[in-house]
């Protein structure tokens, strides 16, 4: 018989599982302790923006009209426990307030809650972003609160979706990890996975530290290549090279590869900065932390560029302060195809501008709820002219489409000075130089 599986946490990264579980023909039920999530969920109906994700979700959640009712969704706990052959777990797992440190406080929650609850035997599947060693103190846990006693096993599974690609990530993964004790749980994660494998996906079986590492280890690099070129772009605006043709041409060696190789002002959302330090936390407990110490530097030229960008606008301006001066800044999320602020290199641009007396106006196609609840004192736009309007200088600090769409003659007409700072290095300079603007980008010469 078919597998049928609980996703617990309905985040990001549960409600793309759940939906892709049922995409791939199981049984499923999502839990999560937020009412207004659930009923939501219910409805078909995603609490986040995300591509594709909705139309997933409302092809199977059981109500629906014409949906497969495959998916459903409740708060109930014992529900969980009874229907599930293997419980996911995707609880989110922040960074600590005033530490590095990650916050484990909804994982362990979610396995002393669900523990109890699991009476048969059943196969806990983590997938939450967890320090390493983690996994074995929750097997324990798990073997101790369960009625199943060892029949109730754990494996870990880490996810690697990114934000505006969770479905497809998820659906057609570049690899699968599996962190496991017995051949028993490789079993089931074969068979939970055997449409991606099938299409070629690679299954990666390894012990729980190998697991639970081959994740933060792979966000501490993708990191570091973003560092790598915007330290580049440091020594490209000293030297007046330009680090967009360099990551180009070092991008042609395949040993080095062109992606994740975009200079600008870095990196942010809820992922790639907690886990570096998350992971430097967790190295020192263990005593290795010299290992790790590059991170820091990883993070500092990050955090950096952001001082940066907002030192370029103060030169823009002529220098002195921002009193009384008008900045429009298109873009408020950490990404693309994202609804997402947490940690936005934008928001952060924004409100340290705003901060030293700038007349901040921003407009972001997806972004703007979450923006202004987390920065209520920005001016907000409704449109990337309207944020234009009048301003001495424009930011371009998150690479949408839209963006890049813009006509360029029709913004110089609603802005006051025709001078764009390029934070992501992702518009066309020569179109905005014949449009008569100033086109000034991080890491690339003035002219
Ligand atoms: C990241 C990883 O890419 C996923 O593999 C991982 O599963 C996920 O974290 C997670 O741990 O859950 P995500 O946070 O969605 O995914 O974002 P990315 O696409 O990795 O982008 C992160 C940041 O780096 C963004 O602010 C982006 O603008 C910036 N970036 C990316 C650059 O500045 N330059 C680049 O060349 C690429």
Redesign the pocket.
């Known amino acids: 018989m078919a597998l049928k599986i609980t996703v617990i946490g309905t985040g990001?990264?549960g409600a793309t599982h759940a939906a892709a579980m049922a995409e791939l023909g199981f049984e499923v039920l999502g839990l999560d302790v937020v009412p207004e999530k659930i009923e939501m969920l219910q409805r078909g109906e995603v609490p986040m923006y995300e591509p594709g994700l909705e139309e997933l979700l409302r092809k199977h959640v059981a109500g629906i009209e014409g949906s497969t009712g495959r998916l459903r969704f409740t708060m109930d706990w014992a529900e969980v426990g009874e229907f599930g052959d293997v419980h996911f777990v995707c609880v989110n797992t922040p960074q600590k307030h005033g530490e590095y440190a990650c916050d484990m406080s909804y994982v362990d929650a979610a396995f002393e809650t669900l523990a109890p609850h699991v009476k048969g035997a059943a196969l806990v599947v983590g997938k939450s972003?967890v320090p390493v060693g983690s996994a074995e103190r929750l097997a324990r846990t798990l073997a101790e609160l369960s009625p199943a006693g060892e029949d109730a096993e754990l494996a870990w599974n880490?996810?690697?979706?990114?934000?505006?690609?969770?479905v497809q990530?998820t659906l057609h993964p570049d690899r699968v990890v599996a962190g496991v004790r017995s051949e028993r749980a490789e079993k089931i994660l074969r068979e939970v996975y055997a449409t991606p494998v099938a299409e070629g996906s690679p299954f990666v079986v390894t012990d729980f530290p190998t697991a639970e590492l081959v994740?933060t280890s792979?966000?501490s690099f993708?990191?570091t290549?973003?560092s790598f070129?915007?330290a580049m772009a440091e020594v490209c605006e000293a030297a007046d090279g330009d680090v967009a043709k360099l990551?180009e041409a070092i991008g042609h060696d395949e040993r080095i590869g062109k992606?994740?190789?975009?200079?600008?002002?870095?990196?942010?959302?809820?992922?790639?900065p907690k886990?570096i330090r998350a992971f430097m936390a967790r190295a020192g407990e263990l005593g290795a932390d010299q290992a790790l110490t590059f991170l820091r530097e990883i993070d500092s030229i990050?955090m950096r560029r952001r001082g940066q960008m907002v030192e370029m606008a103060r030169e823009a301006l002529g220098g002195g302060s921002f009193l009384g001066k008008r900045v429009a800044v298109l873009g408020a999320t950490?990404?693309?195809d994202?609804d997402?602020v947490r940690?936005?290199?934008a928001l952060n641009v924004a409100g340290q501008i705003h901060l030293q007396g700038g007349q901040v106006t921003v407009y972001d196609p997806k972004g703007m709820a979450n923006a202004k609840r987390l920065f209520p004192t920005l001016g907000y736009a409704d449109s990337a002219v309207g944020a234009v309007r009048g301003a001495d200088v424009v930011l371009h600090l998150?690479?949408w489409q839209e963006f890049r769409e813009l006509d360029p003659a029709v913004l110089g007409e609603a802005a006051s000075a025709r001078v764009i700072l390029d934070g992501?290095n992702a518009l066309d300079p020569e179109t905005w130089r014949r449009a008569g603007w100033t086109y000034r980008a991080m890491g690339r010469p003035t002219v």
């Not at 880490?158 to 969770?166: D, K, S, W």
Request: aromatic residues 12%; glycine residues 12%; charged residues 30%.
């Open positions: 990001y990264l972003t880490p996810e690697f979706l990114r934000e505006g690609f969770a990530d994740k792979a966000n993708l990191a290549k973003i070129i915007n990551a992606k994740y190789l975009r200079a600008g002002i870095g990196f942010g959302g809820g992922c790639l886990d990050n950490f990404k693309p994202s997402d940690d936005s290199p998150t690479e992501r």
